[in-house]
Each structure stands twice: as structure tokens, then as C-alpha cells.
């Protein structure tokens, strides 16, 4: 329990943000595609957990405790953001009764 | 062994999270996006960080996903078409994120990072204690300032799910 684990010396550290970079970009790929509004919010989802992929492996790989705590904040204010997200697709799906983002025109923007 | 354990979870995540975003079903897309998070959290268990892994479950696969899930019953929604009558649209997004993952890539994969070396390295960063200290220690104002961030949603998500005086409900 005590000892430090393995992965410090067999996994380089570069890993770990090739990894999370390749999950962000399938994110923008996700938001740029789709037009289901509530699949966009889980590519935006996606991309916030890579994010917090990387905050991890810093915090570990520098041991150092902040970026842990850090990643705390960001998955509470992602569940603030889910849930008034949600409730805005809600919101339109009563007046239009679909979720797609191309149907949203009202602005002509 | 550990170093096994990382690819599998790596190719289990960027499979997952491409799934997520080709699948027709946004059920099957929930779903897939519970997998990339339990991989994501068998990531944080092998860095050491075993109490962001448990969180990061009970918080995002447990909370905000069913979240999503109750949603998407709720709506009823129909299966979209991925590509159809945007497909130049969809072509050419998905060449500027291949640039732009080829750039990132290719400048963060053999980037120089220093880590911390064995001598100084703490085995009980990732342990409740310790964060526990650091969260009201350091980010005691942030804390409390995402308590405030959190009344202002649980309002702002109430009053937008409110009816409407004369609308039909559905």
C-alpha cells in the first residue's frame, strides 16, 4: 500500500496526454458532427473527462495534490452544468418537439 | 503487466468514446459513454488516485449519466442520421480534427515533462486524507464558492422546468 506503483517508471508520462488529447479531439469531432443536442452535451462531456484524465496524471506524475482537488471542481460544476443543460433541451423539445440543433433557427444565426 | 493494463484501458476508451459519438441510438451512446468512464476510472486507479476514480463512478456513471439516460426516455427521441444532406459539412470537420490531433499529437508526444523523482513522491496523494486536507486548506474559498454555483443551478434548472401558463403538458 505504502509503495509507489509501477507505472511511474514503465508508462512515460507523454502516454497518458496522447491519450487524452486523442479522447478531447474525438469530443470536438462529436460537437462538430452531430445534431442531436443531447449527444453534443455528451461530447462535451467527454471532452471535460479528458481534461480531468490530464489533471490526474499531472497530479500523480508530480505528486502533487492540487490537481486532484482540482478535477473535484470540475466534476461539480459539469453536474451543475448537466443539469441546467438538460433542463434547457427539455425546455425545447416541449416547443419544437425534437432535440435538433439544425431546427433551431429561430435567430437566422 | 501494468504497462498491459494501460494499453487495454486506452484502447477501450478511444473505442468507447468513438462509439459514442457514431452510434445511431442515443441510448447505445449513453451507455458507451458509461464505458469510456469506467476505463477513465481504471486509469485513475493505476495512476494512484483512488479516490478521484471512485468519485469520478459514483459522480459521472452513477449521477450524471442516469441523468442523461432519464432524459432521453423521457423525450422519446427518434434516431438522427449521422451523415445524409451535410455529408461536404461532416468531411470537412472531420479533416480539421485530424489536423488539429496530428498537430497536438505530434508536439505533445515527445514533449520534454519533468515528474517528480522517487525520492520526493508521496504513495498517499490520491487517498482521502490527504485531499481532504488540501480541499479545505488551500481551495476552502473555491469550495464554498461552488456550493453558491450549485444553488444558482438547482434554481436556474427549477424554474426553466416549470410549465408555462397555458401550455399543454406533454
Redesign the interface.
Known sequence: ????????R??P???????A???F??????V?????A??I???V??ML?SV??LF??F????????G??F???I??????????G??????I??RIQT??VSLLNNMKG | MVQNLFYFFSFLAVLSAIMVIISKNPIHSVLYLILTFFTLSGHYILLNAQFISIVNLIVYAGAIMVLFLFTIMFLNLKDDEFVGSRIWYNLSSVFIVLVLAGLLVSKFAFAPVTVADEASRDSQIGMVENLGQTLFSRFLVPFELVSVLFLSAMVGAVMLGRREKGEKNF
Open positions: 500500500m505504502n509503495q509507489i506503483p509501477e507505472i511511474f514503465v508508462v508520462v507523454n502516454n497518458f496526454i496522447v491519450l488529447t486523442v479522447l479531439c474525438i469530443g470536438i469531432l462529436g462538430l458532427t452531430r445534431k442531436n443531447i449527444i452535451f455528451m461530447s462531456e467527454l473527462n480531468n484524465l490526474v496524471t497530479s500523480s506524475y508530480k505528486s502533487d495534490p492540487a486532484q482537488v478535477v473535484f471542481f466534476m461539480a460544476i459539469a453536474a451543475a452544468e448537466v443539469a441546467v438538460l433542463a434547457i433541451i427539455v425546455m423539445y416541449r432535440t435538433d
